[in-house]
């Protein structure tokens, strides 16, 4: 059993950065596949960014080049750095993990979610 908890959201201006935090309770993190999901207004939960027990990473079409994850094992945090956030970018964003294999884009992947953070970019 893992819980997670976000943090670092908040309201930035178009082409502004922000960086979100994770963190995860446990002894194992370092075995846990990580990922970050969001979700605005009225749509789905979208694939935003993955990072796997073996620092594997992979990100959703339209934050490649923009978003960075990583983890840091002996903290137990994982990280999402957004850089020229656009309007699009606004929703809430939520960290996962799960110790099973699977398709890291897809939300059914992941058994443990955290309560989200706010991001809301301006234009």
């Known amino acids: 059993q893992v819980q997670l908890a976000e943090s670092g959201g908040g309201l930035v201006q178009a082409g502004g950065s922000l960086r979100l935090s994770c963190a995860a309770s446990g002894r194992t993190f370092s075995a846990y596949n990580m990922g970050w999901f969001r979700q605005a207004p009225g749509k789905e939960r979208d694939f935003v960014a993955a990072?796997?027990?073996?620092?594997?990473?992979s990100y959703g079409d339209s934050v490649k080049g923009r978003f960075t994850v990583s983890r840091g094992n002996a903290k137990n945090m994982v990280y999402l750095q957004m850089n020229s956030l656009e309007p699009e970018d606004t929703g809430v964003y939520y960290c996962?993990?799960?110790?099973?294999?699977?398709?890291?884009?897809?939300?059914?992947?992941?058994?443990?979610w955290g309560q989200g953070t706010q991001v809301t970019v301006s234009s």
């Open positions: 996962a993990a799960t110790v099973r294999g699977g398709t890291p884009w897809m939300s059914s992947t992941y058994d443990y």
């Open positions: 990072i796997s027990s073996w620092d594997g990473t």
